[in-house]
């Protein structure tokens, strides 16, 4: 019996979802792009699908960039696309933080732990926020009776994915979280691994958050997939209907999800991390609507 309820794209599905999907969405790494390297076909699909009078959003997990940094990676790969189609983990922590109100006017900050993206997209939200690059090298002072200072104002504590935490940074947060209930704490996403080079897997965001996890004795809010924050913000942005949605990406437990939370069509590739043997296997309990080998496999549909 199959365990999967999943069926393989061909060219009656694919005219199926073209006629019903008037907007995609596309995770990043492991459908447009592996790392550096744009994926087969990608250029043609894009165009295709936007001759189509699709509507395109790209969005990713990774916070290490802002919108701005992204758009001049879709630019170094020779794909024009504008900064409002992106919509990065980073940007979903600042639009969070706007969403709720979070004060501009200096009274309250934000503590980051995480790359530049982050701090780029709160810079653009007049969020007052510290910390992520900045405290680099920042080291803890241990003597007796000698206590960490921390700002009382900061009333989020932003946790992405951050290649410089340290100990002091770990304390900070935990410091800014456990002594103020009220202080959000903020996970731009929980990916366990990440494919920063094709050699293996490295330890994603997951381990960032679960440190800060760990001490702080709460759970985050996490913004970024398998989140509905996200996909209701970027419905509201296009005015999309849901119903009207096909989400695309490689993994199940982030991008999957994230369709299956919002009732979006789904879509999985295996151009990225997920095998057909995972997907298929009866262990697997996340089943998307279709699956194919790569996005350009809808090129023959659009090209009919
Ligand atoms: N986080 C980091 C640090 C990454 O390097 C990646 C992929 O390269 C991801 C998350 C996942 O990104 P995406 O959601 O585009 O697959
Ligand atoms: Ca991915």
Redesign the pocket.
């Known amino acids: 019996e199959a365990a999967a309820s999943c069926a393989k794209l061909d060219q009656g599905s694919a005219k199926d979802l073209l006629g019903g999907a008037k907007a995609f969405i596309f995770?990043?790494?492991?459908?447009i792009w592996r790392?550096d390297k744009l994926i087969e076909g990608i250029p043609e699909t894009i165009q295709g699908l936007r001759d189509a009078g699709k509507k395109l959003i790209f969005?990713?997990?990774?916070?290490?960039k802002s919108r701005e940094g992204y758009l001049k990676k879709f630019l170094s790969l020779g794909l024009e696309i504008s900064a409002e189609e992106i919509y990065s983990?980073s940007y979903a922590a600042a639009a969070y933080l706007k969403a709720k109100n979070f004060p501009t006017d200096g009274s309250k900050k934000v503590y980051v732990i995480g790359e530049v993206g982050i701090m780029e997209e709160l810079e653009l939200a007049g969020i007052p926020h510290f910390g992520g690059p900045e405290d680099a090298s920042a080291k803890i002072t241990l003597g007796k009776g000698v206590k960490m200072p921390h700002d009382e104002d900061v009333s989020a504590v932003i946790v992405g994915?951050d290649r410089e935490i340290n100990y002091y940074k770990i304390q900070y947060a935990t410091l800014c979280i456990r002594e103020n209930e009220n202080c959000e704490f903020i996970a731009t996403?929980r990916?366990a691994v990440?494919?920063?080079t094709d050699a293996q897997e490295?330890a994603?965001?997951g381990s960032m958050v679960g440190a800060i996890a760990g001490s702080a004795a709460r759970e985050p809010t996490t913004v970024?997939?398998p989140s509905t924050f996200m996909l209701d913000d970027i419905a509201d942005q296009f005015k999309i209907d849901k119903s009207e949605i096909c989400m695309v990406?490689?993994?199940l437990d982030?991008?999957i999800m994230f369709g299956q939370n919002g009732g979006l069509k789904t879509m999985l590739v295996l151009s990225?991390v997920t095998r057909e043997e995972t997907l298929l296997s009866e262990e697997n309990q996340i089943h998307p609507d279709l699956y194919t080998s790569k996005l350009a496999d809808l090129l023959p549909a659009l090209n009919e």
Not at 59 to 64: A, D, L, P, R
């Open positions: 995770d990043c790494d492991g459908v790392g969005v990713t997990n990774n916070s290490t983990s994915f996403n990916d990440t494919h920063l490295w994603g965001n970024g997939k990406g490689d993994r982030t991008d990225g």
